[in-house]
């Protein structure tokens, strides 16, 4: 929603100072020079990168224009979740978690946030598989540190996508002002009053891709690094509740582990938090 507030606040800004300089709108609608440049821009990017990334970026991109679900709620249903799954460990053993493991979808452990984010669930059922193997705590977390390596290589692929497009886009603002001038050049015969529009034409080429890339492109690939940071921390937090699941650690401890390592303004009070666990006790 940002984004579209932001996005608005710039058109208007950049369109009423022109205007209230005494600009026409009109000369700044170049069909060709749009075609030029983000015809280049997207040629680019389908051949720099696979349909993988591609389809991520998309994804994502648009993803922007709606609230990120990394939320106070999110990380609060994340801190329960460890809770139930420790609390079920103490009083019934290891074993107890295979039918979470088998049947994650029917068990009361997991919310529907937690079911619809598949990378996450599938990390914590495949890491409780393991612990319910017997697997070393310190195998474990070398596993799960290998595991959130390469996720982290993979997540971060469509950002490093879309800023590569960003900073491309002044480059080829250049190029189509280069062919306007070209185009200017082979036209010098004709009137003043026609060569002007000529050269305005040629410089919006310009204007248009220092816009695009700095007031459009480059802000979503902020927005997409931002959470893609955080859904790194959530998959932290999943590896600290894992881990003390391993080691045995008492329920009440595993969420104040967790919780210590939300960021500020998604972490739960700590009498918050207790509330939330007694009432769950209840």
């Known amino acids: 929603m940002l984004v579209i507030v932001g996005y608005l606040v710039l058109s208007i800004s950049i369109m009423g100072g022109f205007m209230g300089g005494g600009g026409h709108p009109g000369v700044l609608f170049q069909p060709f020079e749009f075609v030029i440049i983000i015809g ?31 939320n106070k709620e999110y ?32 068990s009361p452990v997991f919310t529907t ?51 590569n497009i960003a900073d491309g886009l002044p480059a080829f603002g250049i190029v189509a002002a280069v062919m306007g001038v070209v185009h200017t050049m082979e036209s010098v015969g004709i009137p003043p009053s026609e060569l002007g529009k000529l050269i305005a034409a040629a410089l919006v080429g310009t204007f248009l891709g ?19 940071e955080a859904s790194g921390n959530v998959f932290k937090c999943a590896q600290k509740g894992l881990l003390c699941c391993a080691k045995g650690v008492s329920p009440a401890m595993t969420v104040e582990y967790i919780r210590t390592m939300i960021a500020s303004p998604m972490r739960p ?8 666990l007694r009432a769950n006790k209840g």
Do not use: W
């Open 40 to 70: 280049a821009a997207l040629g680019a990017f389908i051949t720099g990168n696979s349909m993988t990334v591609i389809k991520a970026a998309v994804s994502q991109g648009t993803a922007c224009l709606k609230s990120s679900k990394y």
């Open 75 to 106: 990380y609060i249903e994340l801190l329960m979740c460890f809770y139930a799954i420790t609390a079920k460990t103490r009083k019934e053993g290891l074993l107890s978690l295979e039918s979470i493991i088998d049947d994650p979808k029917s």
């Open 113 to 163: 946030r937690i079911l619809a984010d598949h990378h996450l669930l599938e990390f914590i059922c495949d890491n409780l598989r393991l612990i319910v193997t017997g697997v070393e705590v310190y195998a474990l977390e070398e596993l799960m540190d290998q595991e959130l390596e390469v996720h982290h290589e993979e997540a971060h692929a469509p950002v490093k996508a879309v800023q």
């Open 210 to 228: 220092i816009l695009l890339a700095y007031g459009f492109i480059g802000p979503v690939a902020a927005v997409m690094s931002e959470r893609f």
């Open 269 to 276: 009070g700590f009498l918050e938090l207790e509330e939330l």
